[in-house]
């Protein structure tokens, strides 16, 4: 299986960037390289921005409007919620060190016992069920994910900090890697096609995030009032290529987060941000 | 509540620099329900007044077309720090608020 | 609003008023209906009671060149004219383009920010009455439908 996986994605590797037999560290330096000559205006640290790095006008929106954001009733609720304890008392500070703070850039993680990626909304759901609580429903607007909104805001200024150890976990980040550059979906695009072989393009009158970056700052509100937390945006990206989403929280999605955070290891997250 | 209004007043030279803003859906009476096919009725935001140390220094009026949980932003000569902002807002439905806040 | 038609309302209302024909929250604050439901700016105008305007490079509108989202586009207004009374803000190719009007008094600056929505690419004008004449001024704002954005 391993070699006909690794002859796909020979077949389907569309740049020099990320070669088949690489550790992950060895993909993000070789990201990091290819946007140094793709991009080279932009320095390490403008990559949290994305598209926003590459346009003043854009920038300026994104100044003014963070300035006063019209979504921070949306972030003040998402607080109330982390701040309210369960009925047993405990909150969901206590299921996390440092009381939740600093912590959203080690998500998600591989949990070699467990056998699987663990995202941070996961870790959520276990600190309600252990608690004797119900767990949230992944992508659900008024309870994960305005939770997260706020949550991750806590972590605002960490550098991702992903780390890819086990032979497990790196198949795992491969199994991400490989979603990532194969192409998909009626139109026929991986991510990559457009987030790193275009990246700056302008398509439909956008330009082209890179993919350098990316993870950092989730989840966004779309127009200022619209929250799409990060496998949202997944299965978005997907629908825009014409191609079956998968669920978010599902195996694929986490593995995928899993691949596309450790590219932007060492960037600063901050979550809540406005965009187009 | 003056929790749907938040008031950032500063001082800037001699004038006060005031920025509001404002928990509102700001419907604009143009959107339909996506499951019934009804049209959304407008409930927006239509007079909002400010006033300083209580003498009304803005009077505005605003259609549908303020974007959801609107922003303003203007300038008061003659503040000093200390100095009271009072903004208060009333929609079509009739919902009111009133918020104040001291320059920073 | 023109100041005769104010007075005139506001003595019709007052008067109706005690005779007890409309509910005390009629003394709310008044909203130009009219103006604000034209369909087109020359009505907006109408509705407004605003006359002729001379364009003015001391209003100067900061404002995307592309708006990032039609449903946020902030704008700022800074009028230099010295005694600026009102700032009125229209959208021109939204359903209504009339979208705020702005009085000011006891100090207040001839400058006014905020957030509009834009269903197209339109001018964003602004009408300042400033000593009892109106001037104006505006700026193009482009509003695309981005294909790949949410």
């Known amino acids: ?276 | 509540m003056a929790e749907l209004t938040k008031i950032r007043a500063k001082m800037d030279g001699n004038t006060a620099d005031i920025k509001v803003l404002i928990t509102h859906i700001m419907e604009t009476g143009q959107r339909k329900d996506a499951k019934t096919g009804q049209i959304i009725p407008a409930h927006f935001i239509q007079n909002v007044t400010a006033a300083l140390n209580g003498k009304t220094v803005l009077s505005a009026e605003w259609s549908v077309a303020i974007a959801k949980n609107p922003f303003l932003g203007f300038k008061a000569k003659g503040a000093k720090t200390g100095d009271k902002i009072v903004i208060s807002w009333e929609d079509n439905k009739g919902n009111k608020d009133t918020a104040e806040e001291t320059i920073k | 609003m023109n100041p005769l038609r104010r007075t005139t309302l506001k003595s019709t209302i007052a008067l109706a008023a005690l005779a007890g024909l409309l509910p005390a929250r009629v003394f709310a604050a008044e909203w130009n209906k009219a103006a604000f439901e034209a369909k087109n700016v020359a009505e907006a105008l109408k509705g407004l009671g605003l006359g002729a305007t001379a364009d003015s490079k001391d209003i100067i509108i900061k404002a995307p060149e592309i708006a990032e989202s039609g449903s946020n586009v902030q704008i700022e207004v800074t009028s230099n004219i010295p005694g600026t009374q009102s700032i009125t803000i229209l959208a021109e190719k939204n359903p209504s383009p009339l979208t705020a009007v702005f009085e000011l008094s006891n100090g207040a600056e001839g400058y006014i920010s905020t957030r509009i929505k834009m269903s197209q690419t339109s001018n964003v004008r602004a009408i300042v009455k400033a000593g009892g004449k109106l001037y104006t001024a505006a700026r193009e704002v482009k509003v695309t439908i981005g294909g790949c954005g949410g």
């Open chain 1, 1 to 276: 299986m391993k070699k006909t996986v690794l002859a796909l994605l020979g077949s389907v590797f569309l740049t020099s960037a990320v070669p088949a037999h690489a550790t992950p560290e060895q993909d993000r330096k070789g990201i990091i390289e290819f946007y140094k000559k793709r991009l080279p205006k932009l320095q390490f640290k403008d990559y949290v921005y994305g598209a926003l790095a590459l346009s003043t006008d854009s920038m300026n929106q994104y100044k003014a409007i963070m300035d006063f954001p019209p979504f921070g009733n949306v972030i003040e609720a998402g607080s109330k919620m982390w701040a309210t304890p369960f009925k047993n008392g405990k909150t969901y500070a206590s299921c996390f060190p440092n009381g939740g703070k600093n912590v959203a850039g080690n998500y998600p993680y591989f949990d070699d016992k467990l056998g699987k990626v663990v995202t941070l909304e996961m870790t959520i759901n276990q600190c309600r069920k252990d608690n004797g609580e119900a767990e949230y429903k992944y992508g659900d607007g008024a309870t994960m994910d305005t939770l997260t909104a706020y949550a991750r805001t806590l972590s605002d200024g960490m550098p991702m900090n992903i780390k890819v150890e086990s032979p497990a976990a790196v198949a795992a980040y491969e199994a991400g890697k490989t979603h990532y550059y194969t192409r998909r979906g009626q139109l026929n695009f991986a991510c990559a096609t457009c987030h790193v072989d275009n990246a700056g393009n302008i398509i439909r009158t956008e330009i082209l995030s890179p993919s350098l970056g990316a993870a950092t700052h989730w989840p966004v509100f779309r127009g200022g009032d619209n929250l799409v937390t990060l496998q949202e945006r997944f299965v978005g990206c997907n629908k825009l290529v014409r191609a079956v989403p998968f669920a978010v929280g599902s195996e694929e999605y986490n593995n995928l987060e899993y691949f596309f955070s450790y590219m932007s290891n060492g960037l600063p997250m901050k979550a809540s941000v406005f965009r187009k």
